[in-house]
C-alpha cells in the first residue's frame, strides 16, 4: 500500500500508455491508407488487365485468319507495310477491291474511329517498329528492354499532362501466325515481337480512395480520443484510490504512533510502582522477618516473584518498541563469539540444569547488528530454559548458509511442542500453550520476529511433537 502519494509517477504511467495508444493509432491508420492505396493500384491494373486481354483475343482472332480483307475505302487504303505480301490486294468477281487488313492496322482503327467507345489509351509498339506510329516512347522502350531480360508485364504510375496513369505493357511473342507477316523483319517463333500497352487514368480510382481515407481518418481519430477517454477515467480511478489508500496508510500510522505512545506511558508508569513493591516487599521481609509467620514470609515471596515478572515484562515491551524505532547498525560479526557470549551468560543455569551446549562447527562472517544478533539468540535461550521444562537436557546452535541468507537454528530437546503450533509461536504476544505455569512474556518471539524482519529474513518453527523443537531465522546476505 503506498503512503505517501508521489506526483509525477502516476500521470507519467498513464502519459505514456496513453503515447503507446497513440503511436497504434497512428500505426493502424497508415497500415489502413497504405492498404487502401495498393487497393486503387492492384483496381486500376485489374481494369488494364481487363482491356489488354479483350485486345489481344482481338488481334489473335484476326492473326488467325492470317489478316483479313476490306473493302478499301478513303479511310481504309492498302497498307503499305504489307506491300511485300502478294496478293494483298485482290478484286472480287463483282469488281470490288479489297485488301488486307493486318492486326495492328485493324485495332489502330478502331481506336482511331471509335474512340469516344473504346476509352483506354491502347498501343502497340515494338523497339523494331515496322510503322513509325508505333514507335516506343520513352516509358515503352524501358518497359521492352525489361521484356528482353524474361519479363512478361511491367506497370508504373506516370504522370501524363498533370494527371496520374497506371501504365501497363504486356510481352508479344511471335507466333506461328504472325510469321506470314513478320518474318522478314528476321523474327523466329518465340522472338519478343513488341508489347501491347494500355495506360488507365487513377482519377477516379483516387477519388474513391480519397474518400475511403478520410473514413479511415474519421474513425481512427475516434478511436484515438475514446481511448484517450477511457486511459483518462481509468487514471483518475487509480489517483482517487491511491488518495483513499495515503490516507488509509496515515490514519493507520497514526494509530499505532497512539498504541506505541499508550504502551510507552503504561510500560513507564507501571515500571515505578514495581520496583517500589519489589523493594519495599523486600524491606518488609527483612525488616519484619521475626514478625511475619512462614505463610506471610512465603506470600512476601509471592508478591517479590510477581513484581519481578512485571518488570521483566515492562522490560520487555521497552525492548519491543525501540526494536521497531531504532536503526539497525550493521557490522561484520562473527557469530561463534557471539554465541559464546551469550554462552557465557547462561553458564550457571547450564550447569546446575546439567544442560549441553553446542555451538555451530563453521560459520561465514554474519553482516547484521550486533546487539539485535544478541537479542534473538538470547531470547531464544530464554524461551528454551524457560519452557523447555526438567526433560531439557541440550541446546544447540546450527548454521547453514545459501546464496542469499545465513540460516540459524536453535533447537532444544525439552517439552514437545505441538507441531501446528510451533509456527503460530511467533504471532505477537502468544506464549507456549503447553506451558502456562511458567513465568515469562510471549513478546520474546514478538522482538525476534521484529528484528529478523528488519534483516529481511523469517522465521519458523518446526517439532516432530515428541521431543522439544527446533526455531530457524535467516538473515539476509544483502544488508
Ligand atoms: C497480316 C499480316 C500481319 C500479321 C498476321 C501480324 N502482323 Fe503485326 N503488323 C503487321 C504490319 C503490316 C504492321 C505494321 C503496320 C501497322 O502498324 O499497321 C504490324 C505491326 C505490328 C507491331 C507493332 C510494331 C511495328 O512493327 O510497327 C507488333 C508488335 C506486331 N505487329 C506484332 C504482331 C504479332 C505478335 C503477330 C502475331 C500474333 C502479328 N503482329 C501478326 C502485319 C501483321
Known amino acids: 500500500m503506498p503512503d505517501t502519494y508521489k506526483p509525477g509517477v502516476l500521470e507519467g504511467r498513464y502519459l505514456v500508455i496513453a503515447l503507446i495508444w497513440a503511436v497504434l493509432c497512428c500505426i493502424s491508420a497508415y497500415w489502413n491508407i497504405t ?24 488481334r489473335f482472332w484476326a492473326t488467325d485468319h492470317e489478316g483479313f480483307y476490306v473493302p478499301v475505302t478513303e479511310e481504309t487504303p492498302p ?48 523497339l523494331k517498329a515496322l510503322n513509325p506510329i508505333n514507335t516506343p516512347d ?13 519479363n512478361n508485364e511491367y506497370a508504373e504510375v506516370q504522370q501524363i ?74 487514471y483518475h480511478r487509480s489517483r482517487k484510490r491511491i488518495f ?18 499508550f504502551a510507552y506511558s503504561v510500560a513507564h508508569d507501571l515500571k515505578n510502582p514495581v520496583i517500589a513493591i519489589h523493594g519495599l516487599t523486600k524491606l518488609l521481609k527483612r525488616q519484619y522477618k521475626d514478625t511475619l509467620n512462614d505463610k506471610g514470609l512465603n506470600y512476601c515471596d509471592k508478591i517479590t516473584q510477581s ?72 531470547n531464544f535461550i530464554d524461551n528454551a530454559l524457560k519452557y523447555g521444562g526438567e526433560s531439557l537436557s541440550r541446546i544447540e546452535i546450527t548454521y547453514q548458509e545459501t546464496d542469499d541468507f545465513h540460516t540459524i537454528c536453535v ?11 510451533c509456527q503460530k509461536l511467533f504471532a505477537h504476544f502468544k506464549r507456549s500453550p503447553t506451558d502456562t505455569t511458567v513465568e515469562g512474556a510471549g513478546l520474546g518471539l514478538a522482538i525476534i520476529s521484529e528484528l529478523v524482519q528488519l534483516h529481511n529474513g523469517e522465521t ?15 538473515i539476509s546476505k544483502k544488508l
Open 244 to 261: 483513499e489508500q495515503v490516507d488509509a496508510a496515515k490514519n493507520l500510522r497514526e494509530e499505532s504512533e497512539k498504541i506505541k505512545l
Open 411 to 421: 533447537l532444544n530437546d525439552g517439552n514437545a511442542i505441538p507441531p501446528d503450533d
Open 307 to 378: 513484581a519481578a515478572e512485571i518488570e521483566n515484562f515492562v522490560e520487555q515491551i521497552n525492548v519491543y518498541i525501540s526494536a521497531k524505532e531504532h536503526p539497525l547498525v550493521i557490522e561484520e560479526l562473527d557469530f561463534l563469539q557471539l554465541c559464546q557470549t551469550v554462552r557465557n551468560e547462561y553458564t550457571s543455569q547450564l550447569q546446575t540444569r546439567n544442560i549441553h551446549w553446542s555451538n555451530p562447527s563453521q560459520v561465514s562472517i554474519i553482516r547484521a547488528d550486533r546487539i539485535a544478533l544478541l537479542r534473538i539468540i538470547r
Open 35 to 58: 492498404t487502401e492505396k495498393e487497393k486503387t493500384l492492384q483496381l486500376a491494373q485489374k481494369e488494364a488487365l481487363t482491356i489488354l486481354d479483350k485486345d489481344q483475343a482481338l
Open 460 to 474: 519458523w518453527g518446526w517439532s516432530d511433537g515428541r521431543i522439544g523443537a527446533s526455531f530457524y531465522f535467516t
Open 138 to 150: 520513352e516509358w515503352e522502350v524501358k518497359a521492352l528492354h525489361t521484356f528482353n531480360n524474361g
Open 161 to 234: 499532362e498533370g494527371q496520374q496513369f497506371l501504365r501497363f505493357m504486356r510481352v508479344m511473342y511471335t507466333q506461328p501466325g504472325c510469321l506470314k507477316c513478320h518474318a522478314h523483319q528476321g523474327y523466329n517463333l518465340g522472338d519478343v515481337r513488341g508489347g501491347l500497352s494500355v495506360s488507365v487514368s487513377l482519377a477516379p480510382y483516387r477519388e474513391m480512395e480519397k474518400r475511403s481515407i478520410q473514413k479511415l481518418q474519421i474513425s481512427h481519430t475516434f478511436f484515438l480520443f475514446s481511448g484517450f477517454g477511457v486511459i483518462f477515467f481509468i
Open 79 to 126: 497498307n503499305t507495310y504489307l506491300s511485300h505480301i502478294p496478293e494483298r490486294d485482290i478484286v472480287t468477281p463483282s469488281g470490288k477491291q479489297l485488301t488486307l487488313m493486318n492486326p495492328a492496322y485493324m485495332l489502330r482503327q478502331v481506336m482511331n474511329h471509335y474512340s469516344n467507345l473504346y476509352s483506354a489509351n491502347c498501343n502497340i509498339t515494338s
